[in-house]
């Protein structure tokens, strides 16, 4: 299996600590190193992350995941309870397609080349994570039971989608003092190693990490 990301990409984060989680190795392919054009031939999209396996390449970190949780069955990422099982996609839908989707680097950098100035698409950000954020807080503060993870005993499908959003809101200086259960449930997960393996500076290609 080979990973085409980079030390900063969210999405691929997700996937890293899917990865990490089942105990699955990958080759780590820096798509910084390989450059922009190499990469449109592996992705047209361009968009990272993209998973080879088995001779095919895969796109999206949603499609991705799945893929993953289905061909490896072992130490699975979604609950086996189906309404927990929906609960955690709709959790993970809502960070990669209403937050994720609206703040990711090229939605910010359009916003700025169509004559927002900085602070206008610093509240851009802000209103898309935020309102994003005191929608998981209250899923979570309404579950059955109290988990340490957010849905289970142990993290899972929308803890790896939670954790790479929490730290995007911290670099993009999005308050979290609102949201209690979200930055409790993501820092117990930021101290798992499958977690600290996917984070951006335990990557290869972090910046002044030798290669
Ligand atoms: N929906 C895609 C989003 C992928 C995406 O937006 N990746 C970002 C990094 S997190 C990217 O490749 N950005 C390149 C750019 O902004 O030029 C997924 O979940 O895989």
């Not at 080979?2 to 600590?17: D, F, H, P």
């Not at 979290?176 to 500076?201: K, M, N, Q, S, T």
């Amino acid at each position: 299996m080979k990973l085409y990301t980079r030390w900063q990409n969210s999405a691929g984060e997700r996937v890293r600590i899917a990865l990490n989680l089942k105990g699955l190795d990958y080759d780590y392919v820096s798509v910084t190193t390989l450059g922009a054009e190499a990469y449109a031939a592996i992705n047209p999209q361009g968009l990272m992350p993209a998973l080879e396996l088995d001779g095919q390449i895969f796109t999206q970190s949603v499609a991705i995941l799945d893929l993953l949780e289905s061909r490896f069955p072992q130490r699975p990422l979604l609950p086996a309870d189906l309404a927990l099982r929906a609960l955690s996609i709709a959790f993970g839908a809502t960070i990669a397609s209403e937050m994720h989707a609206l703040t990711v680097n090229r939605v910010r950098r359009y916003l700025a080349d169509h004559a927002m100035d900085d602070a206008d698409v610093a509240g851009w950000v802000q209103h898309w994570q935020r309102e994003g954020f005191v929608a998981l807080e209250a899923l979570l503060a309404r579950r059955e039971q109290a988990w340490p993870f957010c849905y289970g005993e142990e993290p899972g499908w929308a803890d790896l989608h939670l954790v790479p959003q929490v730290a995007a809101a911290r670099r993009l200086s999005v308050p979290l003092e609102r949201f209690p259960l979200l930055v409790e449930i993501a820092g117990r997960c930021e101290a798992l190693p499958a977690f600290i393996a996917a984070r951006p500076d335990s990557q290869p290609d972090f910046p002044g990490k030798a290669q």
